[in-house]
């Protein structure tokens, strides 16, 4: 009875620690470096899901856009299978962040830093992860950038076909160190004093 019973806590250890998905260590913090990696960072609800053998379909309709182009709905490519498959479930509304694979499709991994928004009176197991609660995840990238606008996607296929680059006007100088971006200040007053002294010197 004894051996069965031992028995039986192995089977469960055993199964729990199969089932359980190891991600390794906790999130670095989060920072602008932390979220280059990313081509679209955005909330969304999930619509609808459309698991496959190995991966799935999970497609989410935009609620905000912070960063990338994309189109709403869009569709993204998931783990349905294995130990570090997504917890999906339509109705959720995720914070996502997504890069694309070698077949240029959108893809998010558990062990990243989607999540998904928390219920009311719900406790956020995320947070231990990523050392950031909801709020404070969403206040951070209000904070480093500007809301877009989701895209059509009939200009978001065109883009891609015709290897076009969209410039964003409200893209901040993210790749600039403070000194470059005041050096950038002072040349961009120089040249237009220089300007305006050459202007005034041919119309006299």
Known sequence: MRSLFFYILFVWFGS???????????????????TD?????????L?????GKITGVATFEGVTLYKGIIPSPFQVIYDCITTCKMPFEVGDIWLLYLKKNNQGNYTVHYCE???????????????????M???????FLEKNFPKKDFVNANMVNEIDSTGKTLIDASRPLEHASDRQKVFLIVISLISVGVIYYITKKILR
């Open 133 to 139: 609660t909801w709020d404070e995840e969403i206040l």
């Open 16 to 34: 729990f620690y199969v089932m359980a998905c190891d991600c390794g260590q906790l999130l670095p913090p989060l920072n602008k470096a932390a």
């Open 113 to 131: 830093r989607s999540r998904r928004k928390p219920l009311s009176g719900e406790e956020d197991e995320y947070t231990i992860y990523s050392q």
């Open 47 to 51: 619509v609808q899901l459309e698991p």
């Open 37 to 45: 990696s990313f081509q679209v960072i955005t909330v969304a609800r």
